[in-house]
């Protein structure tokens, strides 16, 4: 099981330390926040006591309103469950009863600095602890991004993936990750491609060595990471293997269970590979908006046909 500590989420996020100082390396390890609005009245039945709790105005106001004891009972209700931590969005005012509880139970407390909406705060921190505890795994490929459209591109080791993502950086496109490509299932549709820091930026061409595409080509050149849209293998030429259909018929590249659309491409020499992977991402997005070339080309011919008939 991934985990984060509370730690790094406070240099992520800047979050200031109010109490358990000597606690900021209790472990995180699910995705999710949560908000005890239900649990500051009683209810604890579905209390998700492993996640990071939000505290914002409203949780805040509650608690300045109630008496000292009932204060006292509702924090420790929660507290006595201990969460990894809890995150205040509303400001460090008043928070002496909620510091004393949680250096009593070695729970860290934290508050935001930034001026934002306690559900901004939480649709930010979510988005973060789905890709930092995500399921990944690392891939041979290369990753690149085109026109918007995240492309894996697989092969054996020599088959030109590295000259295939130069070419296409050297038409606007962008890198991703070379050689080793980290792939992240951030939900059972979703899986996001990037590198594994120490490649970051970097190309390696066979008889040219290494490039950092930042540095030769400038900030266009390189993307951190993309969502997977298509699975592209390289393929060495086959003499009557290619396939002419109007229209392929779909095939699934599957990783940590979710199913990517994939498709081959073979090599020869003065074939426009980059010109063809440009024209599959460009057909996967005509696909995606619900248009199809082969059902227009069909169309048209038995129009042409009840035409002909007609007449």
């Not at 990944?136 to 990753?143: D, N, S, T, Y």
Request: neutral net charge; glycine residues 8%.
């Amino acid at each position: 099981m991934k985990k984060i500590t509370v730690e790094k989420l406070i240099e992520r996020f800047s979050l200031k330390v109010i109490a358990g100082e000597n606690q900021l390396q209790k472990t995180i390890t699910q995705s999710r926040v949560h908000r005890p609005g239900l649990e500051f009245v009683g209810h604890f039945d579905f209390f998700p006591t492993e996640r990071v709790q939000i505290l914002g105005r409203k949780e805040i106001n509650y608690l300045h309103k109630l008496s000292v004891e009932e204060r006292k009972v509702r924090i420790g209700n929660i507290v006595q469950y201990h969460p990894p931590c809890f995150i205040v969005t509303a400001g460090e005012e008043g928070l002496t009863y909620l510091k004393h509880h949680c250096i009593e139970e070695g729970i860290p407390l934290l508050v935001t600095n930034k001026v934002e909406t306690t559900s901004e705060f939480m649709i930010k921190l979510d988005a973060y602890l789905v890709k930092e505890l995500a399921s990944e795994m690392a891939i041979h490929g290369v990753c690149v991004n085109v026109s918007g459209i995240g492309i894996l591109l697989r092969g054996h080791s020599g088959v030109g993936k590295s000259e295939t993502a130069h070419t296409l950086i050297g038409r606007g496109h962008r890198l991703v990750a070379d050689d080793i490509v980290v792939l992240k299932k951030l939900s059972p549709q979703t899986l996001l491609g990037t590198h594994d820091e120490k490649t970051k930026e970097f190309l390696a061409l066979r008889s040219i060595g290494l490039l950092n595409v930042v540095r030769m080509y400038g900030r266009r050149a390189f993307q951190d990471e993309t969502r997977i849209a298509l699975d592209i293998k390289l393929m060495k030429w086959q003499k009557d293997a290619l396939n002419n259909e109007l229209e392929q018929e779909p095939r699934y590249t599957e990783y940590m269970g979710v199913k990517i659309p994939s498709i081959e491409i073979q090599l020869q020499p003065g074939r426009d590979v980059a010109g063809l992977i440009e024209a599959a991402a460009n057909n996967w997005y005509l696909r995606q908006q619900g248009y199809s070339a082969a059902e227009e080309f069909l169309s048209r011919i038995q129009a042409d046909f009840e035409n002909s008939s007609e007449g």
